[in-house]
């Protein structure tokens, strides 16, 4: 998947995931929605990424593990999904809410690093 990075609404960022925002056809894709390991490329450089599919927000969410997110918008971002880690869960609290993103942080690690859960 490739997609040019837009401006969403600083939900991640504001829960401390800062999230590339991608302009996609969620229609068009295959990929049913939920939390995926994947790799980003973006300027030549590879990321490890959480990538985050949402038909009920109509969102495709990168957010690049253990990397400062810089200011790319309007560039293209290119993701390769590696594999589904977790459903998309509606959560009761933010506190809940960020107990699953570091949940599903730990798998994507496991899933493209061999790392063990903790």
């Not at 996609?24 to 300027?43: K, S």
């Not at 593990?65 to 589904?84: K, N, P, Q």
Request: net charge negative; with cysteine; aromatic share 8%.
């Amino acid at each position: 998947m490739i997609g040019r990075v837009i401006h969403g609404d600083g939900q991640g960022k504001a829960l401390g995931y800062p999230t590339a925002n991608l302009a996609v056809d969620l229609r068009t894709l295959d990929t049913p929605d939920g939390v995926y390991a994947a790799w980003a490329v973006w300027q030549g450089k590879r990321y490890p990424a959480a990538v985050i599919i949402s038909r009920v927000v109509d969102k495709y969410e990168v957010h690049l593990i253990d990397s400062v997110l810089a200011d790319f918008y309007g560039d293209e971002l290119r993701v390769d999904i590696a594999v589904r880690v977790s459903d998309i869960e509606r959560c009761a609290s933010v506190e809940e809410l960020k107990e699953k993103i570091d949940s599903d942080i730990r798998d994507i690690r496991n899933v493209l690093f061999g790392e063990k859960k903790s």
